[in-house]
């Protein structure tokens, strides 16, 4: 079955402690991106990857780290979480040239306290 | 003024009703536009995707966009309670499929 994975689920930190949130597809695809999810603002883009070690910032990078090692997994660091970075993540991953395959993980729902 | 401009509703419908969700944009430079599902409490699933102007239809589901206007539609025609969810629109410039612009949501209820 053709799907990304995303773990933890639900996590709650404190203010400082690094977290790493892991992001997997099975399908092969290129482009694989994380996105942040608030209310009233939609998603919004936080990074993305073309593709094995190429990676980009999007909108609202500030505060993260990425990594493309290896062409399935997408990791999202955060090195020194903060409250405003409470909020619901999502990977997702594309394949290239093709934009009506876009597939979503079931999202990260962080708490930094 | 934010790239994508989308109602946050809720919008609440009887069951059988034609259903009208609709995004504006200021970027002339979109090609791509989308139209994404969430139910609560899981990721967006991507309902309907058209290139340029036009019209596509997908069942009961009908996208429209309008380039002059800078406006894009969705209709869910024979709306049902299982199409309670929210509905995102998403757009991109050519070439710009990993960089999605999306539209904040609208809460969509259908009750019986």
């Known amino acids: 079955e053709a799907q990304v994975t995303q773990n933890p689920r639900y996590l709650i930190t404190v203010t400082g402690k690094k977290l790493t949130v892991t992001c997997s597809q099975n399908m092969n695809h290129e482009y694989m991106s994380w996105y942040r999810q608030d209310p009233g603002l939609g998603l919004r883009q936080i990074y993305y990857s073309m593709n094995v070690e190429v990676t980009d910032k999007g909108d609202v990078p500030e505060g993260y780290k990425v990594s493309r090692k290896e062409k399935r997994n997408f990791p999202l660091i955060l090195e020194s979480p903060s409250p405003n970075q409470t909020s619901l993540y999502f990977c997702?991953?594309?394949?290239?040239?093709?934009?009506?395959?876009?597939?979503f993980g079931p999202g990260t729902r962080l708490t930094v306290l | 003024q934010k790239e994508v401009e989308q109602d946050p509703g809720p919008l609440s419908v009887p069951e059988g009703a034609i259903v009208s969700l609709n995004c504006t944009y200021s970027?002339?430079?979109?090609?791509?536009f989308m139209w994404y599902r969430q139910y609560s409490r899981k990721g967006p699933e991507l309902l309907m995707y058209?290139?340029?102007?036009g019209n596509k239809e997908d069942g009961r589901f009908t996208a429209q966009v309008d380039k002059s206007s800078k406006y894009i539609s969705l209709f869910i025609r024979d709306s049902q309670p299982s199409d309670s969810a929210t509905y995102l629109c998403?757009?991109?410039?050519?070439?710009?499929?990993?960089?999605?612009?999306f539209g904040a949501g609208t809460r969509l209820a259908v009750h019986p």
């Open positions: 998403a757009m991109s410039e050519p070439g710009g499929y990993n960089k999605l612009i």
């Open positions: 970027n002339s430079a979109f090609q791509y």
């Open positions: 997702a991953s594309t394949l290239a040239g093709s934009g009506d395959t876009q597939y």
């Open positions: 058209t290139y340029s102007s």
